[in-house]
């Protein structure tokens, strides 16, 4: 799988920033992406050396749509939680 598919987006929520003082992050990933995958990716592309790496995937949920109220699936998410051991991922860059 390619690098730049594998992390889809950082999630920038309250408990998303309150895990990072803890030294957690957390990014949206593939469904297909594995923890090696996500683990390697995060290790190239920001320099940093991670530990532990949970993974929790999202069900879509059902809504109406329309006039007539048809239903819509919304789509799964897969959210990596990722905690590093040495160094900082800059989600937050300041001018």
Same mark, same amino acid.
């Given at each position: 799988? &390619?690098?730049? #598919?594998? &992390?889809? #987006?950082?999630?920038?929520?309250?408990? +998303?920033?309150?895990?990072?003082?803890?030294?957690?992050?957390?990014? $949206?990933?593939? &469904?297909? +992406?594995?923890?090696?995958?996500?683990?390697?990716?995060? $290790?190239?592309?920001? =320099?940093?050396?991670? *530990?532990?790496?949970?993974?929790?995937?999202?069900? *879509?949920? $059902? =809504?109406?749509?329309?006039?007539?109220?048809?239903?819509? #699936?919304? +789509?799964?998410? #897969?959210? +990596?939680?990722?905690?590093?051991? $040495? *160094?900082?991922?800059? &989600?937050?860059?300041?001018?």
């Amino acid at each position: 799988m &390619l690098v730049n #598919k594998i &992390l889809v #987006k950082p999630i920038l929520t309250e408990k +998303a920033t309150n895990l990072v003082q803890s030294n957690v992050y957390m990014f $949206e990933v593939d &469904l297909k +992406a594995n923890k090696n995958q996500v683990k390697q990716t995060l $290790e190239k592309l920001y =320099k940093v050396k991670t *530990g532990t790496v949970k993974i929790m995937v999202r069900k *879509g949920k $059902e =809504k109406k749509v329309g006039k007539k109220g048809l239903l819509k #699936k919304t +789509a799964d998410r #897969k959210i +990596a939680f990722i905690k590093l051991i $040495e *160094g900082k991922i800059d &989600l937050f860059p300041q001018k």
